[in-house]
């Protein structure tokens, strides 16, 4: 869906466009101190949902599930790195062992940019057991998907250097994340200005929750927000209950989309977002029924180009 935030950049265009016909001159018309970020492009909803098709295949070809340590787990992990390296990341896949299992974090890192200063996105991508897990959080992993995708086809050449992360046994208590910040050394802790988290975006009665955290990361998000008229509200449901947690608890900047969980969605919430008041924003909160059903488009949509202007912007 296109958003009236990206709309900027066009506008600065014909604006420079206008001054040099009527005989300005290009510095009158386009000061490099008031260029604008490079718009973020619109995701595709039909490209992110393609995505939550492959990793519902892979949970029915793998007995229900996407879980820590099961064939769907390993098997979600190679569609996504299979996507990154045709897309031209760098790809680096992270083992460690949780629960007498080995499990897999996938780090995609975008070549170019200033490598003292990381922008990086990330999503949990494995399931509970009981299901396949396309809410929670096949939702947050196909948008990351999408977003490093859409960074390769424009070839978006940011400032900072971008990494995006799909983590391995954020169920079990966000082992995978914790790994991957625990193995990191200080020097390269520091380099990480922001971590951006995307965990359940999707949620079928969907409330718009901002992580508030990092107060420019969490301004990043609700000014897209605003651009598009939605009301958002802070996070509160589950402060440390994703893999943000690992990244603040050493100090490093975070923020993040959450379209709720088990939860119910009061009336306030339903008089401005919509949906039904007194249910769960997901009832199907790790539960078999997190099938490809229980997404709102709306809600996928509108927090996928959320995800890809924050990174674009932060990055910038
Ligand atoms: N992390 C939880 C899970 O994966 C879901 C969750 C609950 C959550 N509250 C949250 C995620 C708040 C992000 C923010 O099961
Ligand atoms: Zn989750």
Not at 43 to 60: F, R
Not at 130 to 149: C, K, M, Q, R, W
Not at 188 to 193: G, T, V
Request: aromatic share 8%; glycine share 12%.
């Amino acid at each position: 869906m296109k958003l009236s935030v990206s709309g900027r950049a066009t506008a600065a265009a014909a604006v420079a466009a206008v001054t040099l016909l009527a005989g300005g001159s290009i510095a009158d018309a386009a000061p490099a101190s008031r260029t604008p970020v490079a718009a973020a492009p619109d995701l595709p909803v039909a490209n992110i949902k393609a995505h939550l098709t492959q990793l519902q295949s892979i949970a029915t070809a793998n007995g229900g599930n996407r879980a820590h340590g099961r064939a769907g787990y390993k098997a979600s992990l190679d569609y996504v790195k299979a996507r990154l390296d045709a897309a031209g990341f760098t790809t680096t896949v992270q083992q460690f062992t949780s629960s007498g299992r080995t499990g897999y974090n996938l780090i995609a890192d975008w070549p170019g940019g200033d490598t003292n200063q990381v922008i990086m996105a990330g999503s949990h991508l494995d399931g509970v057991s009981a299901g396949p897990g396309i809410n929670d959080n096949g939702s947050g992993s196909a948008a990351v998907l999408e977003t490093a995708l859409a960074v390769s086809r424009a070839g978006y050449h940011p400032a900072k250097h971008l990494r995006f992360a799909w983590w391995g046994a954020e169920e079990l208590g966000m082992v995978g994340s914790r790994y991957y910040v625990r193995n990191l050394s200080s020097a390269n802790r520091a380099k990480i200005k922001g971590y951006l988290n995307f965990d359940m975006i999707g949620s079928p009665n969907p409330g718009y929750f901002v992580y508030d955290d990092d107060p420019a990361i969490e301004k990043t998000f609700k000014d897209y927000f605003t651009g598009l008229g939605i009301a958002t509200e802070p996070e509160t449901e589950g402060d440390g209950r994703s893999d943000h947690a690992s990244f603040k608890n050493v100090g490093i900047p975070v923020g993040g989309l959450f379209s709720g969980a088990d939860y119910l969605k009061t009336a306030a919430q339903a008089a401005k977002w919509g949906g039904t008041a007194g249910r769960a924003f997901d009832r199907c909160y790790h539960s078999s029924c997190d099938t490809t059903a229980n997404i709102n488009d709306t809600a996928l949509d509108r927090n996928g180009d959320a995800v890809a202007h924050a990174v674009w912007q932060l990055s910038s």
